[in-house]
């Protein structure tokens, strides 16, 4: 059974920051990628950040230089240091690691989801 479990979402002022975090747990033997995807109202869920098992990263170009995808491999934790935070990045996010458990197998987990709203 593998978890994802996300925090540090909330309300934040336009400008301001937010940091989020998504622990994996259970029977892992091996993450592959670390990515936080994002769904806003009415729109399709879209990729934002992600970081694969050798640390290369990536971005939606819309978060360019304002946001940074980390990940702590002994934590099996990856975080989402989101500035400069605009009314558009409002959505749900969502953390998701593709794994293989002791099968060998690798799978997509999807966390529950952490509203993140940025409003004055």
């Known amino acids: 059974q593998v978890q994802l479990v996300e925090s540090g979402g909330g309300l934040v002022q336009p400008g301001g920051s937010l940091r989020l975090s998504c622990a994996a747990s259970?029977?892992?033997?091996?993450?592959?990628?670390m990515s936080w995807y994002r769904q806003a109202p009415g729109k399709q869920r879209e990729l934002v950040a992600a970081?694969?098992?050798?640390?290369?990263?990536s971005y939606v170009d819309s978060v360019k230089g304002r946001f940074t995808i980390s990940r702590d491999y002994a934590k099996n934790t990856v975080y989402l240091q989101m500035n400069s935070l605009k009314p558009e990045d409002t959505a749900v996010y969502y953390c998701?690691?593709?794994?293989?458990?002791?099968?060998?197998?690798?799978?997509?987990?999807w966390g529950q989801g952490t509203q993140v709203t940025v409003s004055s």
């Open positions: 259970g029977s892992i033997f091996s993450i592959r990628t």
């Open positions: 970081i694969t098992s050798g640390g290369s990263t």
């Open positions: 998701n690691a593709v794994l293989s458990d002791y099968s060998g197998r690798y799978s997509d987990y």
